[in-house]
């Protein structure tokens, strides 16, 4: 006997849960009046209703999102690790099983063949963290930006730009490792062209030249968030010049909380391994945690789950083509025993 809810689409399973109570209603009297079949009507009773039972136990829609599993964070890195090298796997195969058609196109162009297959290069995935913050960015003191040093650096080469009076300061970066240094006339090269604002992703300043560096070069700077700025730790003293720039050219991460409160940083690539990205991971989260800001009575009360609200509220871990992984928030918290660990004591 087909059940009278087999018909009925996923759609429909709001209907088939408020037909519930009049199937079961309608069994249990016939179960009554004729006792001999009560076993066989349980049984079609049990059949009926379990598909329905189903559909609505599986049901998704805007209204009722499934939860999104949570994972600690050292499994959620390894589920991203193994994502990216099935890729990687899956491409360099491809890559192989398509030597001959390359050679083909090589051969229409007029161009020599390859006999051996070239190795695949593949993308070395950046694997990045995003953290929504318990804070409201549009308010009074409730935005954080800074910059964090890693243990074991991004993974990303850096090109690094000087602004300083001092002839010795400018010895020193160019002696160091930056890419370009100088003062008045490095200003006048960004002005006329010269110097490429693609020269160079980060900036150090002296406190010397900062009037004039804001005057000049403000605009073309500051949108790219390559202006030194005090909370950035970008403007040094000349004291400091060396080891700064050491730190900068090693591995500095920026972040910085966007209109909605949530800060998206890079913490390394796929080729440093689970133990290396471990370890920048735990800086960077440490990092955050200490900058939080000091709110007053009324932010606090105001913000998520009032004075004793959450810093962090939500924790995902992606790579560059991959799905995010949500976090277990015990395990991405500094101040949780359980923080970097599988989850368990």
């Known amino acids: 006997m087909l059940s009278p809810f087999a018909t009925h689409s996923r759609s429909s399973s709001t209907k088939l849960l408020k037909s519930l109570p009049q199937v079961t ?10 006792s001999s079949s009560s076993t066989a009507l349980a049984r079609i009773t049990a ?62 162009k007029g161009l020599p063949t390859l006999s051996d297959p070239e190795p695949y290069r593949n993308q070395d995935e950046t694997i990045s963290l995003a953290l929504n913050l318990n804070l409201d960015p549009r308010k009074p003191n409730q935005s954080i930006r800074g910059q964090l040093p890693l243990p074991h650096g991004t993974g990303k080469s850096v090109r690094l730009a000087v602004f300083s009076f ?20 490095l200003m006048e090269k960004i002005l006329n062209g010269e110097v490429s604002l693609e020269d160079f992703d980060k900036v150090l300043a002296t406190p010397d030249i900062m009037a004039q560096l804001k005057q000049k070069c403000a605009r073309l700077l500051g949108p ?61 989260l440490e990092g955050v945690v200490d900058a939080e800001p000091e709110l007053d009575k009324k932010a606090k009360k105001q913000r998520i789950g009032g004075k004793g609200g959450k ?19 015990k395990t991405a918290d500094p101040n949780s025993l359980l923080f970097m660990t599988n989850g368990a004591l």
């Not at 209603?25 to 004729?34: A, L």
């Not at 050491?246 to 391994?273: C, P, W």
């Not at 810093?311 to 928030?329: S, Y």
């Open 224 to 284: 790219r968030g390559l202006l030194p700025h005090p909370k950035m730790g970008n403007i040094i003293a000349e004291s400091e010049i060396g080891p700064k720039i050491k730190e900068q050219l090693s591995g500095m991460v920026s972040f910085r909380t966007d209109k909605n409160g949530i800060i998206h940083a890079a913490v390394g690539k796929y080729s440093f391994g689970a133990e290396k990205l471990e370890q920048n991971i735990r800086a960077f």
């Open 25 to 34: 209603s309608s069994v249990s009297t016939r179960v009554t009046s004729s």
């Open 166 to 185: 001092s002839p010795s300061v400018i010895s020193t970066a160019l002696t160091e490792g930056a890419s370009v240094a100088g003062g008045e006339d």
């Open 47 to 108: 059949k009926s209703i379990q598909p329905c039972i189903h559909l609505c136990q599986n049901y998704t829609s805007r209204a009722h999102p499934q939860p999104k599993p949570q994972h600690s964070m050292i499994d959620g890195l390894n589920i991203i690790l193994e994502q990216t090298k099935t890729r990687y796997d899956k491409r360099a195969h491809r890559w192989e099983l398509n030597h001959e058609k390359r050679n083909t196109g090589l051969m229409k």
């Open 311 to 329: 810093f962090v509220l939500k924790v995902h871990l992606n790579a560059t083509q991959g799905k995010a992984v949500n976090v277990d928030l």
